[in-house]
């Protein structure tokens, strides 16, 4: 086992619930015979703090995982994800989100998205990835699912030690597309090639509140931009919407298709294959009620700031300029370094000089099955600023 002293100082992240020790955090290492290996983590003057993993590999070099010496073994494993499981059991009736949410739930780097009797898993980290058969077991023991898909295609090597591939880990899958059930929705999903782990139920509140919206505010056009395979344009056609979705996927769109008419409303959504950014550029007029813009993560690190408020300001001023007076404009990111208050800034940059203000009528975040975590920042990463267009005379 690998003996760890922290800086001076350091301890407080630690003792606050807070898992990774970084590289310019370690004051000593002793004992590494290997890459990667269970570790203790001590004070400078060797007070206990912790147990976890080291890995050798990564400039995260310390994942704890207990504050108790413990043997890391199945059975812990185990505790892990029949907790998480009961957070998700307080809060959903039907067998479809998000199961295991890494650091949230005490795995850092450990994904698990639940189809009913089918499981999609990423092992985001090495660290993660060194001990996927204990945890493919502990699944399989608590879920006897029908089949464990991988999915570690994910966009980035996030550790040079993860295989960057997808395929079969358990069970028999007969076909990628799958149906689930959302707040009435329904939804195929195909959960082999599209992106992430198939679905984003971390949208779920939002997805539900865009129907609360075009309910109260009796509106009557939409917008869904970046629409995936149909989320929120479902949702708001649901409550009688004529929606447009945009997606620059043909993939997507083809299954957002399918989607529509699964839920009886292809008669209200036209699908557009287009660039987003395009998109606004070459619509003009007061067009849409509501209009949603959820973009992927436009930037991946606190360096590319810059970068996305410029992004998010382009997004922001094409949004506005086709959504009515007295319509909503909501802007969601998904990039945890791009925060509210960066949404914000980048709105402001957006109606300078314009004529134009932004009224708060609401702030959703990430579902309940992706947990935030109030010891780790990183755990919040979604949120939707719902704001009034009014473009009346800011001054009158």
Not at 30 to 58: H, M, P, Q, W
Not at 134 to 162: G, H, S, W
Not at 261 to 289: H, M, P, W
Request: charged fraction near 30%; hydrophobic fraction near 35%.
């Amino acid at each position: 086992m690998v003996i760890v002293r922290i800086k001076n100082g350091k301890e407080k992240k630690v003792l606050n619930g807070y898992p990774w020790i970084y590289d310019d955090e370690i004051f000593s290492i002793e004992n590494i015979s290997k890459n990667i290996d269970k570790a203790n983590v001590f004070t400078k003057d060797y007070k206990f703090l912790g147990t976890g993993f080291f890995n050798n590999f990564s400039n995260k070099k310390i994942l704890i995982l207990s504050n108790k010496e413990t043997g890391l073994d199945s059975d812990f494993f185990m505790n892990k994800i029949k907790k998480a499981y009961s957070w998700r059991e307080r809060f959903f009736s039907k067998p479809f989100y998000r199961l295991f949410y890494g650091e949230a739930d005490g795995l850092g780097g450990f994904i698990v998205d639940r189809f009913e009797n089918i499981l999609v898993v990423q092992f985001r980290n090495g660290i993660i990835y060194s001990i996927k058969n204990q945890l493919i077991d502990c699944l399989i023991k608590l879920f006897n699912p029908k089949a464990i898909l991988l999915r570690n295609d994910f966009e980035t090597n996030f550790c040079e030690d993860v295989i960057k591939e997808k395929g079969l880990l358990y069970g028999d899958l007969t076909d990628n597309t799958i149906k689930i059930e959302e707040n009435d929705i329904h939804y195929f999903i195909d959960i082999v090639n599209s992106q992430k782990t198939g679905f984003f139920f971390d949208q779920k509140d939002s997805r539900l509140y865009s129907r609360k919206v075009v309910k109260d505010f009796s509106f009557k056009s939409a917008l869904d931009l970046f629409s995936f395979t149909g989320g929120f344009g479902l949702n708001m056609a649901k409550e009688g919407c004529r929606v447009i979705s945009v997606d620059k996927s043909e993939e997507d769109l083809i299954l957002a298709k399918k989607n529509a008419r699964l839920n009886g409303v292809e008669d209200k959504i036209t699908f557009v294959n287009s660039d987003a950014f395009n998109y606004l550029k070459e619509e003009c007029g007061d067009k849409f009620d509501v209009s949603i813009i959820d973009p992927p993560s436009l930037i991946k690190k606190k360096g590319e700031l810059s970068k996305g408020i410029k992004l998010f300001t382009e997004l922001s001023e094409g949004g506005f300029r086709i959504t009515k007076n007295g319509g909503i404009l909501t802007i969601c990111s998904c990039a945890y370094n791009f925060t509210l208050s960066h949404i914000i800034e980048s709105m402001r940059k957006s109606s300078c000089g314009k004529n134009i203000s932004f009224n708060f009528l609401n702030v959703t975040y990430q579902s309940k099955d992706h947990p935030w975590n109030l010891q780790i920042p990183e755990t919040l990463y979604l949120k939707c600023l719902w704001s009034i267009i009014d473009k009346e005379d800011k001054y009158a």
